[in-house]
């Protein structure tokens, strides 16, 4: 990975899940290993936007690692992340590029 697309501490990685409706995850660097391999982070609390968007808010949970890897030569975070309140999930998240990230509106979807 050229040193320009490296993971940065402070950065903001979002995840989206879900069948008919989307639910996003945010989550922050707050340390990455000497070998540059592993990232720790923290889950992010969601802030409305408006009623399709939410912004990251302030950290909330444990620590975690995620593996930093590369996908179309950009830096991305692979792992088990904690969500839903004491469950995991494997995915990857990407970083934030906008303000805030799509989520399906209250009472839509199931």
């Known amino acids: ?9 402070g950065q903001i ?3 989206s899940w879900g069948y008919d ?3 996003t995850e945010f989550m922050k660097i ?3 290993t000497a070998t540059g391999k592993t990232a720790k982070c923290v889950m992010l609390k969601n802030v409305q936007v408006d009623a399709w968007n939410v912004k990251p808010g302030e950290a909330k949970g444990v620590v975690f690692r995620m593996k930093i ?9 692979r792992g088990t992340y904690p969500y839903c309140e004491g469950d995991t999930q494997f995915g ?7 303000e805030s ?8 979807g199931h």
């Open 69 to 77: 890897d590369v996908f179309h030569d950009e830096a991305i975070l």
């Open 92 to 98: 990857s998240a990407y970083p934030l590029k906008e």
């Open 13 to 15: 990685f979002y995840t």
């Open 101 to 108: 990230a799509y989520q399906t509106a209250a009472n839509y």
């Open 1 to 9: 990975m050229n040193t320009q697309n490296q993971p940065k501490i």
């Open 21 to 23: 409706q989307t639910n």
């Open 30 to 32: 707050v340390e990455i």
